[in-house]
């Protein structure tokens, strides 16, 4: 048998997008129980992230989550009990120790507005020392490996797609803050490149209409002084229950992102029975919906049209069929091994 590592540092993050990946990549490879490899976490001591796993075992590689941990304590741990497979769900992975990794999306590099010069240095210093090293690249969509394989002249990159099976509908609890009647719902981070700025132009053009904004603050568009229309209520992060609601009965689910590496909020939204899911015109939200979801350049647009495609059953039974996450967990097992 033989034994995989994972790099645990996710299990200590905040989830939003990649570490959402890593979560439910190790429940569906717990699930598997492949009888040829075993599956390790090597985890940081300040877990937030307590997984119910049956078949793979946490180790804990003392100190917390942090740069520090991932790039001297744990390839320190690797050499030491003479580990020979590492694998690294988000982003990077030790220098010293490079193993096989995910790289969601060259954001650093392509939309680096949303990150600190600390962070483009960091990301792009161990990228550029690890990257043609790795055993395995793995992403999670046609149009970034694309853009791997240009960017660092690579050609070991697999695709692995993201999952949609992990909210269910019945779940779902409606959130205590007062939930409009009708709503339009979008989910993301405050990164500038999820273009939350052009939902704030449209809201102010239809103000009869109700704006919920899911995943961070208003701080941060204050302080670039914009204004904030009165119909635009920002909710935080709320729970996987709270958020499988607004989903189901949101009146339609808007994406306006810049950039994605995938893009899993929309998916989430229509296997969750919203009927209306309107992405940005951008390549990789073409690759994954064409067909599904509407389309609106939102940098231009300053209305949503009266009326949009429904989504239907079929819509959804394919989007389940093409991703799931016990499929690409399957597919990582049959990588792993070769």
Known sequence: MKDIYINGKFLCQKVT???????ELTKALDN??????????????????????????????PGNAGYSWEQLKLPKYCKKHKVVDLISFCNIAPIKFPGSCFVHDL????????????????YK???????????????????????????YNVKNVNVLYNGCEHLKKANEAKPEFGVPEKYYLAVGSMNPNKNFSS????????????????????????????????????????????????????????????????????????TLGCKTVICNNID??????????????????????????????SDIETLKERFSWYKSANELINILKK
């Not at 210093?125 to 490996?145: A, G, H, L, P, Q």
């Not at 992102?257 to 229509?270: L, R, T």
């Open 284 to 313: 990789v939200l073409h690759e994954l919906y064409d067909g599904i979801c509407d389309f609106e350049d939102f940098d231009k647009i300053d209305y949503l049209k009266p009326s949009y495609k429904t989504i239907i059953e």
């Open 199 to 270: 939902i704030l132009r449209i809201a102010k053009n239809m103000p009869l209409d109700n704006f919920l904004i899911v995943g961070g603050s208003h701080k941060s568009f204050q302080e670039q002084k914009m204004e904030i229309p009165s119909n635009v209520k920002f909710v935080g992060y709320v729970s996987d229950n709270e958020l499988t609601y607004l989903y189901s009965h949101a009146y339609a689910f808007l994406f306006p992102s810049k950039y994605e590496g995938f893009g899993i909020p929309p998916m989430e939204a229509i």
């Open 125 to 151: 210093y161990i990228n550029k020392k690890n990257i043609k090293r790795y055993k395995n690249i793995f992403t999670v969509s046609n149009t970034m490996k694309n853009h791997i394989e240009s960017y």
């Open 107 to 122: 954001a650093v590099i392509e939309a680096k507005e949303g990150y600190s010069w600390k962070q483009r240095f960091i």
């Open 32 to 61: 598997i129980n492949d009888s040829d490899l075993k599956f390790h976490i090597l985890a940081p001591s300040n877990i937030i992230n307590k997984l119910e796993l049956n078949n793979i075992d946490i180790i804990e590689v």
């Open 17 to 23: 997008g990649v570490q959402r990946v890593a979560i």
